[in-house]
């Protein structure tokens, strides 16, 4: 499979936005699940709990797509609720993993909005997503084991459920998450994870 510049994994391109999901406990700095690299600095994050980017003001203020909305559901299902991210919910129940995400424990989400899967070659994309073991090493490579604060993704280095180990780094409201994908809408959360919406679909190193 072709290296585009691509991820997938449990949200909104700029101009259309969303919240697909993410974590409802704060980071507090302890590895909930899988491990990752030591806590970044929390200088330059951005100010209080709240979610932020551009693609932000573009969701509902009100109902199941909500920011409020979405706190009250496991990630999958908060997902399912937005239709920015019909394509990553599609690829999640295509390879079987809405209960292993609906299920985890304080994870975070890196969840790639429609947009970013039309990055990918119509071609590729068929071929990844008939491919389930393919997809399924792709799309855990969007998920992280443990809550991440946005303060933490300034220059971060976390092991994510493919094994793989993804790196994030920027300032303010301004981040890269592995080889070029930009967070639209962060810090995102839902009954059980911490989501970051981002522009891209992330590959897994090979």
């Known amino acids: ?26 980071d507090d700095g302890k590895d909930g699940g899988t ?22 003001s573009a969701v509902p203020a009100s109902g199941k797509g909500s920011f ?21 919910v599609a690829a999640v129940k295509k390879a079987g993993l809405a209960d292993t995400l609906n299920s985890g424990e304080n994870i975070t989400v890196f969840a790639p909005t429609n ?36 303060g933490r993704l300034s220059s971060g280095d976390f092991k994510t459920l493919n094994g793989a180990m993804l790196k994030t780094s920027g300032s303010g409201e301004s981040f890269t998450i592995g080889d070029g994908a930009h967070v639209v809408c962060g810090n995102v959360h839902t009954a059980n994870a911490t989501v ?10 090979k």
């Open 1 to 26: 499979m072709h290296r585009t510049r691509i991820a997938v994994g449990v949200l909104a391109a700029v101009a259309v936005t969303t919240g697909a999901a993410a974590c409802s406990s704060k």
């Open 35 to 56: 491990a990752a690299a030591p806590a970044t600095t929390m200088s330059s994050a951005p100010s209080g709990d709240q979610p932020f980017g551009p693609a932000c």
């Open 68 to 88: 409020t909305g979405m706190s009250t559901d496991p990630v999958a299902t908060a997902a399912s609720n937005n239709p920015v991210l019909s394509t990553l």
């Open 115 to 150: 947009d970013a899967f039309k990055k990918i070659p119509k071609a590729t994309l068929d071929k990844v997503l008939s491919d389930k073991k393919t997809l399924t090493g792709i799309l855990t490579y969007h998920v992280v084991g443990q809550p991440i604060a946005p």
């Open 196 to 205: 970051y919406i981002i522009d891209s679909v992330l590959m897994p190193p």
